[in-house]
């Protein structure tokens, strides 16, 4: 039973990573539901490490050969999504720091003219 979840981790994994490099720093030039579309992997992945050690923590586990050459797999394919991830949530959490920035300053501005009077007449004293 741990060998499919261990293939589908793999498989899952592969997919994350393949979607992940298609991915822009620019939040602005990705495609609608590409971010959720990874959210979602990463969703299913978890889903299958926790299938994962469910079956590992059963009585008499034991890894296989073949078991241990789809953990080496998985072990490179980790080692590459991991600073791809960390650059991307670091390139969105910038450009979010910024956005917030804007408008924190926007409404600086806005609230200055805000409280002005519109109401009433206008009375000219030129003559």
């Known amino acids: 039973m741990h060998e499919e979840y261990l293939k589908e981790l793999l498989e899952q994994t592969r997919e994350l990573l393949t979607r992940a490099k298609l991915i822009d ?32 923590n059963a009585k008499g586990f034991s890894w296989t050969p073949a078991d241990r050459e789809k953990i080496a797999e998985l072990k490179v394919l980790e080692q590459d999504l991991q600073p791809l991830v960390t ?41």
């Open 25 to 56: 720093c620019k939040m602005e030039n990705n495609d609608d539901g590409q971010l959720e579309a990874v959210q979602a992997l990463f969703e299913n992945r978890q889903l299958a490490i926790d299938k994962l050690a469910g079956a590992i």
């Open 87 to 127: 650059g991307l949530h670091e390139a969105f959490g910038n450009q979010l720091k910024r956005i917030g920035q804007s408008k924190k300053m926007s409404m600086k501005y806005i609230g200055a003219y805000q409280n002005m009077g519109a109401g009433g007449s206008f009375i000219d004293k030129r003559k």
